[in-house]
């Protein structure tokens, strides 16, 4: 079930690119989903970036029965209870790595490039972000977490150590409780990782305010791109 490098869609505000964002969706939808976030990011959009948003591969979800959905790993029910899906997470992170490789490849330094996902998305994004070889300009966490933390210390890179992160999550998400949004923040944290935290009067979704957050955020890291021309 390994996702084409080429299954996706991209967006392009310039004729001149200096940078890259890509968005990971969440579960049970596709790229498509990702453009309610690009669309709105006004003020990024002065800047030459080339938006992707890749889709998922198409995978049996334990927790749905079974029923085929677009997903970046299995979810077997309660990690409390549960195994992780770590082959599919491991899986989905060396694609994720393939496409940042892919923009380095046609000159987008990857401390000019910004990762960042949706839920299920966002979690992937944090995962495959740290373990990166190369050190990227921002990771970006939307009511997302994060995965197999016990591992973190051991299978980070040194690359994006110092990577910033910003992680917003709702205080009323039903699917990935607040509380367990900040216990991997704190664990970031503790590890030396510069997280940004934004906790929004809201459920397991986007708000226009947290478009707000994100754009800027994203201008400040990528900003420099373009005057370094």
Same mark, same amino acid.
């Given at each position: 079930?390994?996702?084409?490098?080429?299954?996706?869609?991209?967006?392009?505000?310039?004729?001149?690119?200096v940078?890259? /964002?890509?968005w990971?969706?969440g579960l049970?939808?596709?790229?498509?989903?990702?453009?309610?976030?690009?669309?709105?990011m006004?003020?990024?959009?002065?800047?030459?970036?080339?938006?992707?948003a %890749?889709?998922? %591969?198409l995978? %049996?979800? !334990?927790?749905?029965?079974?029923?085929? /959905?677009? @997903?970046w790993?299995?979810v077997?029910?309660?990690?409390?209870d549960?195994?992780?899906?770590r082959?599919?997470?491991?899986?989905? !992170?060396?694609?994720?790595?393939?496409?940042?490789?892919?923009e380095?490849?046609?000159g987008?330094?990857?401390?000019?490039?910004?990762?960042?996902?949706f839920?299920?998305?966002?979690?992937l994004?944090l995962?495959?972000?740290?373990r990166?070889?190369h050190?990227?300009?921002?990771?970006?966490?939307?009511?997302? #977490?994060?995965?197999?933390?016990d591992?973190?210390?051991?299978?980070?890179?040194?690359?994006?150590?110092h990577?910033?992160?910003?992680?917003?999550?709702?205080r009323?998400d039903p699917?990935?409780p607040?509380q367990?949004?900040?216990?991997?923040?704190d664990?970031?944290? #503790?590890?030396?990782?510069?997280?940004?935290?934004?906790?929004?009067?809201?459920?397991?979704?986007?708000l226009?305010?947290?478009?707000?957050?994100?754009? @800027?955020?994203?201008?400040?890291?990528?900003?420099? @791109?373009?005057?370094?021309g």
């Amino acid at each position: 079930m390994t996702p084409r490098d080429d299954d996706l869609i991209e967006a392009y505000t310039r004729p001149r690119v200096v940078a890259c /964002t890509l968005w990971l969706h969440g579960l049970g939808v596709n790229a498509a989903d990702m453009d309610g976030i690009i669309s709105r990011m006004r003020r990024s959009w002065e800047l030459g970036l080339h938006h992707v948003a %890749p889709n998922a %591969p198409l995978r %049996p979800i !334990t927790v749905n029965a079974g029923r085929h /959905t677009r @997903a970046w790993f299995d979810v077997t029910g309660d990690p409390a209870d549960t195994p992780v899906d770590r082959e599919g997470i491991e899986e989905s !992170t060396r694609h994720i790595h393939r496409l940042l490789d892919r923009e380095r490849a046609r000159g987008i330094a990857s401390r000019h490039t910004i990762l960042g996902g949706f839920s299920q998305g966002g979690a992937l994004a944090l995962h495959a972000g740290l373990r990166y070889p190369h050190g990227l300009g921002g990771i970006v966490v939307l009511s997302g #977490e994060l995965l197999l933390a016990d591992e973190l210390i051991h299978e980070r890179d040194p690359a994006n150590l110092h990577t910033p992160v910003l992680m917003i999550h709702g205080r009323d998400d039903p699917i990935i409780p607040l509380q367990e949004a900040r216990h991997g923040r704190d664990l970031l944290v #503790e590890s030396g990782h510069p997280v940004t935290w934004h906790e929004l009067p809201m459920g397991h979704g986007v708000l226009p305010e947290e478009i707000e957050i994100i754009d @800027a955020w994203s201008y400040a890291i990528l900003a420099p @791109a373009a005057a370094e021309g």
